[in-house]
């Protein structure tokens, strides 16, 4: 990335449904901020994800717990302002708004491999080359170790490969230990596994 130009302040954009924020997170986010040179990258907490099945954890746990996976990175922002959408909330909405709110920088979109394979799903997302370069990071389990995207229909969206450390690990995977009384703490940080079990989250699948 230090080969393209530098155009206004460097800001990521890292969405998910952070239920709950784990090592995989803070791992993809440091990689971001290293490798792109970031000057903020904001964690933006889903509201009504669209594409998840199951409802999610209640907002005001969500971005708490995100606060506290990401407080020892001073370049992070936790931004709720998904979480205060009325209705489906959709990534070309956040990418547009920012796009305006913080005109002449350069966006960059974070995403994990599985999210980068779904993206032709997503609502407008022919839309977002124009608005964010794509940036797309190795996620253990998902196709083998490097970002496949020929598969994917129609002309491709450009996107920038992130080289990323393999962390084996999914919220999907952190709930259900919860769920079944197992230690999490390894997998997210302490005061995350203190505020879950303060807040009784996940006790049930
Ligand atoms: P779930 O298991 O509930 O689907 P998740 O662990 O995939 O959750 P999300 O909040 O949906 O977490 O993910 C947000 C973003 O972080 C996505 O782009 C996802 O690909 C990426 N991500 C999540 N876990 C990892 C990981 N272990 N390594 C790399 N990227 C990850």
Known sequence: MSNLPRMGQRIGVFGGAFDPPHQGHVALAKTAIDQLQLDVLRVIPT???WHKSRSLTPAVHRLAMARMAFADFP???VD???TQRAGASYTVDTLQ???TEFAGAQLFLILGQDQAQALPTWHRWEEIPRLAIICVATRAGFAGDSVHLDDL????PEFFP??????PVSATDIRRSVANHQNVTPLVFEPVARYIEQ???????
């Open 162 to 167: 992130l080289e990323m450390p393999s962390v």
């Open 97 to 99: 708004e920012l796009h």
């Open 80 to 82: 709720p302002r998904e």
């Open 153 to 156: 229909p129609g002309p491709l």
């Open 75 to 77: 370049l992070v922002v």
């Open 199 to 205: 807040h009784h989250l996940y006790q049930t699948l």
């Open 47 to 49: 509201g009504q994800a």
